[in-house]
């Protein structure tokens, strides 16, 4: 049996399981139900902070935590105790859906409030945009995005944060992934690409970086690809796309 004092780096990580009540009989459920799925200790790694210690990050439904499990770096969403929503499966279910055509990190195991994915040691894209990038850079992260949006539209998997990509993008060295699938749904019309597009090209502060150094098309012509895509969205309207963007 691992005990509690090497599994947690710090005390305050004991009371971030049950964040934010500190409930400690949910405390206890989780730590059993993350040594079953073989989590050796949670490790002080990330960007982010939540009562003094560093987390990967935390939002309205979730906190996650990096971890050791089999030896291997892994990443832990834990569900928040003060979340309407009721468990995690239904983000676990569409992640493992994504992980199919390869997109988004590896999902390794999950419960009614854990989900275990790979960790993904990624910049932000809005803090990867921050630097000076060439314009074959940009131009490559563009397309890589837009072929993962793509893959997603053909799988009707809908990621449903894409218009504000800044956050939901991590790119380490030519890797790209996105990541937090809790907005997805398989229920609604896919509109991944068209998010991509706008989010990146129109009326943001990304949008920006990139007209900046590529020379655009006119948004009313690049509207026109983007509804012939949303009408039929296969491999030669995305074609017509990347080549209006000069991609190609």
Not at 4 to 22: E, I, M, N, Q, S
């Amino acid at each position: 049996m691992i005990q509690d004092d090497t599994f947690f780096p710090h005390p305050a990580y004991r009371t971030v399981l049950g964040y934010p009540t500190g409930d400690e009989t949910v405390i206890a459920r989780r730590l059993d139900r993350l040594r079953h799925f073989g989590v050796e200790r949670l490790t002080a790694h990330g960007a982010s902070q939540l009562l003094a210690v560093p987390v990967l990050g935390y939002g309205y439904c979730g906190v996650v935590l990096s971890a050791l499990r089999h030896g291997q770096p892994v990443a832990i969403k834990l569900r928040r105790l003060d979340c309407r929503q009721p468990d995690l499966h239904h983000e676990a279910r569409l992640l493992q859906h994504a992980n199919s055509v390869g997109i988004g990190p590896r999902l390794h195991a999950h419960s009614d409030d854990i989900v275990i994915m790979d960790r993904v040691d990624g910049v932000p894209l809005a803090a990867w945009l921050a630097t000076s990038r060439s314009d074959d850079a940009l131009k490559r992260l563009l397309h890589q995005l837009l072929r993962q949006g793509f893959e997603l539209d053909r799988l009707h998997l809908d990621h449903g944060a894409l218009r504000y990509p800044g956050e939901h993008v991590l790119i380490d060295n030519d890797r790209i992934t996105l990541i937090d699938f809790s907005h997805a749904s398989d229920q609604r019309r896919p509109n991944n690409v068209t998010s991509l597009v706008q989010g990146l090209l129109w009326g943001t502060r990304l949008a920006e970086t990139f007209q900046s150094v590529q020379d655009l098309p006119p948004q009313d012509a690049l509207r026109s690809v983007l509804r012939a895509y949303k009408q039929q969205p296969d491999d030669a309207s995305f074609h017509t796309l990347c080549c209006a963007l000069a991609l190609l």
